[in-house]
């Protein structure tokens, strides 16, 4: 065993077992280590920088390395050349696990480098907001950032209802799990009395949305229009609907003006969304509060998978010549947009009423006062009469 002794704060000296020690904990080889401690090695050495295999598991992301490390009495608050200990580095590169590792065995939270900055300051600096949380939890002083302009953020304890809400519109997971650890209402409602969860699908803030029913959020729960968390989701993406509708979500309930989830997708062109919704027991043919069926919102909207919609529904069942209370057919809204003639012949190919009338207007009336001089061809192909 080489025995250095060294006074000099910028000088250090590695043994060849030592350094075989920092290469073996830079690559997270257990084995190598274990075999590097049975000899007589300085499980506590220290590099160039004064780092120690600890600080360097610690920064390579090595926990395995580090769990091993401390099993061996490795110095836990040892510090390197800029004063810093292992803590200091999990906390300043956010990582959760070493922090927690750390402190449970007896890591000091209130020591500060060489820049008196604490490990509370340097998780702060780099908005580790659970680490905070860790730290206060150990004792560290949440004055210490509380009146620093450059730490910004709430204390884990004044959180409240509106930054859940923030969050969940930002999707900051490790946020909202820091305010759900508190006491706060998960199904807290804003002004248009939406929830956390209805704001993460909103948004489309999958991860979020996950997170809050893990936590036990209502799904069925409604806004102020008597809106649903599916509801919204079925304009959005498909994994929100999958996800909601695997956690119980009711696929037949009504906003205040009758309208279902069903017509949201079909309004939204979202043919998955409508296949995954009427797999839960939603009707094809169900009326809204204006005598809409799902097809008719597919056939009134502009979106791009508004065809695609309409054929699944009609390959379901749907009554292509269902009226709602002005009269209209899907026929009628379909003839009424522009460049829409794959929706037009998929109607008339499946029994629509080409000369369907509501009032004075007729599908090739309404053709021709758009100026679609293509769709009113194929109308008057099909038999549509000018009067």
Known sequence: MLLIICSNPVFSYVSPDENALFEAVKAGDTQKINLILRKVVNINA???????????????????????????????????KNRRTALMHAAHLGRTDFVKLLLSKGASVHLRDINRQSP??????????D????????GANMNEI?????????????????????????????????????????NAKDGSSRTPLMLAVQNGRLEAAELLLSRRANVDDRDKDERTALMYAASKKVELVKLL????????????????ALMFAAEAGNRDA???????????????????????????????????????????????????????????????????EDLIKLLL???????????DQTPLR??????????????????????
């Not at 926990?63 to 490795?74: C, M, N, W």
């Not at 057919?329 to 003839?335: D, H």
Request: proline fraction near 2%.
């Open 46 to 80: 220290k590099n160039e920088d004064w780092k120690t295999p600890l600080m360097v598991a610690v920064e390579n992301n090595r926990l395995e390395v580090a769990k091993l490390l401390l099993a061996k009495r490795a110095f836990v608050d040892e510090r390197d």
């Open 120 to 129: 509370l300051m340097l998780a702060a600096q780099q908005r580790h907001e």
């Open 131 to 138: 680490i905070v949380e860790l730290l206060v939890s150990k």
């Open 146 to 186: 509380k009146t620093n302009p450059n730490f910004s953020f709430a204390s884990p304890s004044s959180y409240n209802d509106n930054d859940l809400f923030e969050a969940v519109k930002a999707g900051d997971t490790q946020k909202i799990n820091l305010i759900l650890r508190k006491v706060v209402n998960i």
């Open 245 to 260: 509708l695997s956690h119980g979500a009711n696929a037949n309930l009504r906003d205040t003006w009758r309208k279902s």
């Open 274 to 340: 409508a296949e995954l919704i009427m797999s839960r027991g939603a009707l094809v043919d169900e009326v809204d509060g204006k005598g809409r069926t799902p097809l008719i919102y597919a056939a009134m909207s502009y979106e791009t998978g508004r065809y695609e919609t309409a054929k699944l529904l009609i390959s379901k069942g749907a009554n292509v010549n269902a009226r709602d209370f002005s009269r209209r057919t899907p026929l009628l809204y379909a003839s009424n947009i522009r460049k829409n």
């Open 349 to 359: 190919v499946n029994g629509a009423d080409v000369n369907a009338r509501a009032g």
């Open 366 to 387: 309404q053709a021709e006062e758009i100026g679609d001089t293509a769709t009113a061809e194929i109308l008057k192909k099909a038999g549509a009469r000018e009067k």
